[in-house]
């Protein structure tokens, strides 16, 4: 009797895994869109789409998307003569200045897009002088051609737009001013 008790419950529990199973597919949020317009960009138009190829091949909660006509872009892109850096204003917002001085000296521009992109979706920096993290930007060495995220950078991104974390407005440069120096 016990037995078949066991076995009956048994079966229900079996029944009710599947049907869980077949019924809801695992909540796969859509990924958040963000727009960035690159237009003002100037030569480095292609390179800021690769940087956002870059991060649309390994993110999945977030995906960027040249901006389409009548809407607000989410991220604007310049570029100037300065180092390159990011003002964020909050998580996925902000906007993006493709330096020269850094290009000028040598950094690799497909690694200073994907990581001014970064900053955007939530990343500081953090120099570690290694290569293989993309946010330890220019303190890696000049000739460090590693353009993508190392997964822990990947892991934070998608866990803050999975969450839609609270991001504080931030401005990162490429390159920090020694210390002394003024600015
Ligand atoms: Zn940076």
């Known amino acids: 009797m016990l037995l078949r ?30 727009y960035y317009d690159a237009r003002q960009a100037q030569e480095f138009i292609s390179v800021v789409n690769q940087g956002a190829q870059i991060w649309n091949s390994r993110a999945t909660n977030v995906r960027l998307e040249p901006v389409t006509a009548g809407r607000t872009p989410n991220i604007r892109i310049y570029a100037d003569n300065g180092w390159p850096r990011a003002q ?30 970064g900053h955007i979706l939530g990343l500081p920096d953090r120099r570690t002088g290694l ?15 590693n353009s993508y995220p190392n997964a822990r950078e990947l892991a934070s991104v998608e866990a803050n737009f999975r969450s839609s974390a609270a991001v504080a ?8 001013a020694p210390a002394g120096a003024a600015g």
């Open 88 to 117: 964020t204003t909050s998580l996925g917002n902000g906007r993006v200045w493709m330096g020269r001085q850094a290009v000028d000296q040598g950094y690799y521009p497909p690694r200073i897009a994907a990581h001014e992109l």
């Open 5 to 34: 008790r066991l076995a009956a419950a048994a079966i229900a529990v079996v029944a009710l895994a599947g049907v869980q199973v077949a019924g809801a597919t695992p909540a796969q949020a859509a990924p958040r869109v963000l």
């Open 131 to 145: 290569c293989a993290d993309l946010m330890s930007g220019s303190s890696a060495p000049v000739s460090c051609t």
């Open 169 to 176: 407005p931030q401005s990162y440069v490429w390159q920090p």
